[in-house]
């Protein structure tokens, strides 16, 4: 599918202002990009493991929005059909509107370019390699094995797509390895934050009975699905559920409380220390909540809330600037 970016160049105070102004001619929904700080609830809905770069608050902004290609070149704006040209004019003109009686507009610079759905999903392939987590091998789809070497005792395939987490980074490999160290025949695990999916498939492929993962973002559920099939994993072994466990009670009663031998997080401290009341509901007793995505420093305030929530911090890891902390519910 091909789409016509609009990217306009403006200040943070007018995006809403402009949101609003170009869903009147049909372009709705729009990426946002400044530099204007994450609020403490911005933060807890964050289900990453690295926070984005927010660099200095200028004031600046870039605001695109997408229309829809059809296969004659014509744009789909809400119910109408229009050319490119047409979709330009109509957006510098609602600018042209909004500098009469706002001065927060800023430069009002209108850029277009054309991009398709597999530019987004296929760009990023040319960083990402195989690698070893110790002795499995994770290798993209599109790559084969290196010749030589020794003998993995696992390939895990996987092609994230549009959802975050390769396993390359620290915070992922502490997880896999504590995961490891708890796993049996009979785990069921309860992956917050899932994404691409790795540390359930990972878990399932290593022998855990069932896995569970959520996430916020509904592109997790195909790319899941997708590394399921690319490792021959019995998808009926893995549930996905869409929300938030923090704060969403039906999400919560859906997960169920007191099921899981293991609950891990790779996630960011500020959704971690309120996730894990949460998280050990969801636990039977003796089972663990393995935590990462931890930057040195904030490790014991990750460790203080399983504290609170009653769980006995038993190890903390370390690889790099990262660190693991597993609690458990005695």
């Not at 105070?13 to 049909?26: F, H, R, T, V």
């Not at 690295?50 to 929005?65: H, Q, Y």
């Not at 927060?104 to 195989?130: A, C, L, M, R, S």
């Not at 995505?293 to 690889?319: F, P």
Request: aromatic residues 6%; charged residues 25%; glycine residues 10%.
């Amino acid at each position: 599918m091909k789409w016509m970016r609009f990217r306009v160049r403006t200040r943070a105070a007018a995006e809403d202002i402009l949101i609003g102004s170009m869903q009147d001619i049909g372009l709705c929904g729009a990426q946002i990009e400044d530099h204007v700080p994450l609020s403490a609830s911005e933060k807890e809905q964050m289900f990453v493991d690295i926070m984005p770069d927010e660099g200095t608050d200028d004031g600046s902004a870039a605001v695109s929005f997408y229309a829809e290609e059809t296969p004659e070149g014509m744009l789909k704006t809400g119910d109408a059909v229009r050319s490119p040209e047409e979709v330009c004019s109509a957006i510098r003109e609602e600018i042209e509107k909004l500098k009469t009686w706002s001065d927060e507009i800023g430069e009002g610079t209108v850029t277009v370019e054309e991009t398709e759905d597999i530019d987004w999903i296929n760009n990023w392939k040319q960083y990402f390699h195989q690698f070893y987590i110790d002795d499995i091998l994770v290798i993209p789809s599109w790559e084969k094995p290196a010749p030589g070497g020794e003998k993995p005792a696992l390939v895990f395939h996987i092609d994230p797509g549009t959802a975050f987490g390769t396993g390359m980074h620290e915070t992922t490999q502490l997880c896999i390895r504590q995961i490891r160290g708890y796993l049996t025949p009979e785990t069921e695990l309860l992956d917050v934050g899932t994404g691409s999916g790795i540390l359930s498939i990972l878990s399932l492929m290593l022998g855990a009975q069932h896995a569970v993962g959520t996430d916020l973002d509904p592109c997790a559920e195909p790319a899941v699905r997708q590394n399921l099939a690319s490792n021959g994993v019995d998808p009926s072994r893995f549930r996905f559920i869409l929300g938030n466990l923090v704060s969403d009670p039906s999400v919560q009663e859906t997960v169920g409380t007191g099921k899981y031998d293991i609950v891990a997080a790779n996630i960011l401290p500020p959704v971690l220390i309120p996730l894990t009341p949460a998280a050990a509901a969801c636990l039977k007793k003796g089972g663990v909540y393995i935590t990462s995505g931890i930057i040195d420093g904030y490790e014991d305030s990750v460790a203080e809330a399983m504290e609170k929530a009653g769980l006995e911090v038993v190890s903390r890891t370390r690889q790099g600037e990262w660190n693991c902390v597993v609690g458990r519910k005695n």
